[in-house]
């Protein structure tokens, strides 16, 4: 148990760190669009912003489903007879999104696992929500300035 504790602990760190210096970058990026000297954006800047933004964090979501597939597939203790790596992704963005068809299962020592990569996606998804929800209130607040112009 502990060891699979341990193993869990180090794919959250690795995703929280992905995903923490993604938003960085994210926010970097986007945030020179909506400064006082350029708050009249045009609407092809709000639609590309919001488009290169959402796929970003898509990407951002595959390369931590990434992390854990990789996590089952070279893992000789979780005794799945995954017959490719493109199996075990497919594992994984199916726990990792909680979608959970249950077609292949991790054995019972090791389907703790699963589920805490289950929370880990659900607690990173959300993360993702707030921040697409924290760039949609620039653009408003972008958008109001506009108007005041």
């Known amino acids: 148990m502990l060891r699979i504790l341990a193993l869990a602990a180090l794919v959250i760190t690795i995703n929280v760190i992905v995903q923490a210096v993604a938003f960085v970058v994210l926010t970097k990026r986007t945030q020179n669009h909506f400064s006082d000297k350029k708050a009249a954006i045009s609407n092809l800047a709000i639609g590309r912003i919001l488009i290169l933004s959402f796929l970003f964090i ?70 993702s929500t707030a921040m697409m929800y924290s760039l949609i209130q620039q653009i408003n607040k972008a958008l109001e300035f506009k108007k005041i112009l």
Do not use: K
Request: net charge negative; with cysteine.
């Open 58 to 127: 898509t990407l951002i979501h595959f390369i931590q489903t990434f992390v854990w597939a990789l996590c089952y597939y070279l893992n000789p203790f979780t005794q799945v007879d995954f017959s490719s790596f493109s199996e075990a992704l497919y594992f994984s963005f199916v726990t990792f999104t909680t979608l959970g068809y249950g077609d292949i299962t991790l054995s019972s020592n090791w389907r703790l696992l699963s589920g805490i990569e289950a929370i880990n996606g659900i607690m990173l998804i959300g993360w």
